[in-house]
């Protein structure tokens, strides 16, 4: 598992790896969708979205990141598939996804938006580590 | 408990100065001895680290259903000088005017034979969770008027009654919005939401109130037991919820510019009277008066599908009050001793003015603010009354809720939503989500007890139990 959910009171707390940077932050894209939409199967993708996101240091951005992937969730009704991005002082990237079906994807919980409290994004061993809070 | 927390009364704790480094003012929490036993390690620094914010008078303020959050704790208070003082996102929450109000209906139980099948109607017209969509088509020009008139707005839409608008706080609409300030994304956002009722902890919620414990205010705020209520906990939706993430950013930016120093990246704020804190102001005062609209459109659904299933009449449906839980206001109050202006941040907390206050509607003024405070899916929810022990302690604030004590996770390992809403079947409560995970999370044993949480604020003397309401049926986003 790539990520996994840690103990929070009142929100979803999160740790995510991955072994560098633009998978952290598509991996992370995931486990925002599969909090919000609980989890689903992968689908051929058949709509796709450009996404870009700026920030002043690598938490800024995973911020910025994943506060524009809810937007896109939001208001297009999407279910990621796919995520591709590339990474240096920005990010910039496709989403690809299907359409929202309650039938398929009403696992979840909304979440309201992406707090940098208790956040962190670490250099390991192996790669990198995310934890992070989703408020709900 | 951790060794550094005096106890003042019996439900009166103080953090001390020091506790974190910075702290201007000492914090202050109620809770009962008894729930003082679990006060999280997390809740107690956060509360410490408003305190060190400038401009803060008094207190750092913690309710009895504080819990760990970020920025403020979840049931947070703190009031700021206007000339010395911030303004924090963090002091509001994402889900900015999230706030319950309450209907009455002339209904008893026995009026409701098939109970489930009302939950269900409810569930089918009230646009609930994840991927919900909004009963209206509003335009851009509408929307902007929705963000400064707020339930106003939605009653001169149809969406309700003239005599709702004043018994809404603020009278459902705050002063100072600045909808130039609320981004292009936040409007996005809220066309498509305005009128759902969102996921998490937003529910609707069928009751019967099974006690009353003040006769005299029960009268003067209209109920009497026996009587089936519905109860409505949602907020501003998506468009709050970008509000506070746009401006939590540029408020970044003005924390390093105007020199304030955080224990926390979550409280960035700015002054008062900076024109980043004016636009934030301005944002979420737009947002708060979308959450009322929000809630007046709910409302109507819910008293259209009541006229329609029981053939009673829709005026005969009124709303008793509507509070907001997070939310950042202009209030006066006595400050050592002289009437001052302060911004009050209420972040999962209630205002609960006491008797005589101008903002109180005349009919219930001579009793106090009602206050609402909402259990959780199997326990009960009150109907409370504002104090003057509220305007002197706290500025005028009270609890929200039952506040968590177990993690989503945690209630998810211990129950399926299966088997929560089948021990909530066999108490005579239906519950309807759009999935058994919801459920689960949102199970009676992860919240305080809403009985002892009440129960503090009304011993602590900052409110005082009107009545009870009981559970019949819920439906959860």
């Known amino acids: 598992m790539v990520f996994e959910e840690l103990e929070h009171t009142a929100d979803v707390r999160m740790r995510i790896s991955a072994p560098d940077l633009p998978s952290l932050f598509s991996e992370s894209g995931f486990a925002l969708a599969k909090t919000l939409y609980g989890p689903y199967h992968f689908e051929t993708p058949a709509y796709s979205f450009p996404i870009e996101a700026e920030g002043k240091d690598p938490e800024e951005l995973m911020v910025n990141f994943l506060s524009e992937l809810l937007f896109l969730f939001e208001t297009e009704y999407l279910v990621p598939q796919k995520i591709t991005i590339s990474i240096d002082s920005s990010v910039s990237g496709t989403v690809e996804g299907v359409l929202f079906d309650r039938a398929k994807h009403a696992g979840g919980i909304g979440v309201k938006g992406i707090s940098y409290s208790g956040m962190s994004l670490a250099k390991t061993d192996t790669g990198y580590e995310l934890i992070i809070i989703f408020d709900i | ?84 003082g911030i303004i ?59 963000l400064e008139e707020g339930a106003k707005n939605a009653v001169d839409m149809g969406y309700g009654m003239e005599s709702d608008i004043r018994r ?3 009278n459902g609409a705050m002063k100072g919005a600045l909808p130039e300030h ?102 979420m005062a737009a947002s708060a008066n979308y959450a009322w609209a929000n809630r007046q459109i709910i409302t109507h659904i819910v008293r259209e599908l009541f006229t329609k299933k029981f053939g009673i009449s829709y005026e005969d449906m009124p709303l008793i009050y509507d509070v907001a839980h997070n ?90 939503g299966e088997e929560v809403a089948e021990a909530l079947l066999k108490r005579g409560i239906i519950v309807r989500a759009p999935n058994p995970a919801a459920i689960a999370e949102e199970a009676p044993e992860v919240y305080k007890s809403s009985s002892e949480v009440v129960q503090t604020v009304h011993d602590a003397g900052i409110s005082r139990i009107v009545a009870r309401l009981r559970p019949l049926g819920v439906i959860k986003g």
């Open chain 2, 1 to 84: 408990m951790n060794s550094q927390i005096q106890q003042i009364t019996k439900t009166e704790w103080e953090i001390p100065i020091g506790f974190v480094p910075g702290m201007r003012v000492p914090g202050r929490f109620f809770l009962s001895e008894n729930l003082a036993e679990n006060i999280e390690d997390g809740a107690l620094t956060q509360l410490a680290n408003v305190a060190t914010l400038p401009g803060i008078i008094r207190y750092s303020f913690g309710m009895p259903d504080i819990h760990w959050g970020y920025g403020f704790p979840i049931g947070g208070v703190a009031a700021f000088n206007a000339e010395t």
């Open chain 2, 88 to 146: 924090s996102p963090g002091g509001v929450g994402f889900d900015i005017n999230c706030g319950v109000r309450m209907i009455t209906t002339p209904l008893h139980i026995s009026d409701i034979p098939d109970m489930k099948g009302l939950i269900e109607n409810l569930f089918d017209s009230v646009p609930t969770g994840v991927g919900s969509k909004s009963p209206l088509r509003l335009s851009q020009s509408n929307l902007s008027l929705m």
């Open chain 2, 168 to 170: 809404c706080e603020e």
């Open chain 2, 182 to 283: 609320v981004s292009k994304k936040a409007r996005q956002r809220g066309i498509p939401q305005c009128g759902t009722l969102g996921s998490g902890n937003h529910f609707l919620e069928v009751q019967v109130i099974d006690n009353i414990m003040d006769a005299s205010a029960a009268k003067t705020f209209g109920v009497s037991e026996g009587q089936i209520c519905v109860m409505i906990h949602c907020g501003s939706r998506g468009l709050g919820h970008q509000v506070c993430t746009d401006h939590l950013q540029i408020l970044e930016s003005a924390t390093k510019k105007y020199g304030i120093e955080l224990p926390d990246r979550q409280l960035a704020c700015a002054p008062l009277s900076s024109p980043e804190g004016e636009a934030y102001f301005g944002a």
């Open chain 2, 327 to 416: 939310v950042a206001k202009w209030e006066e109050h006595d400050v050592d001793g002289s009437r001052q202006t302060v911004c009050v941040h209420r972040k999962g907390a209630t205002r609960a003015f006491g008797p005589g206050r101008v903002e109180i509607p005349q009919e219930y003024r001579a009793c106090g603010q009602p206050v609402l405070i909402p259990g959780s899916m199997g326990t009960p929810s009150y109907l409370l009354a504002g104090t003057q022990g509220a305007m002197e302690k706290t500025f005028g604030s009270t609890c929200h809720g039952s506040g968590r004590v177990q993690s989503r996770s945690s209630a998810k390992r211990s129950q399926t």
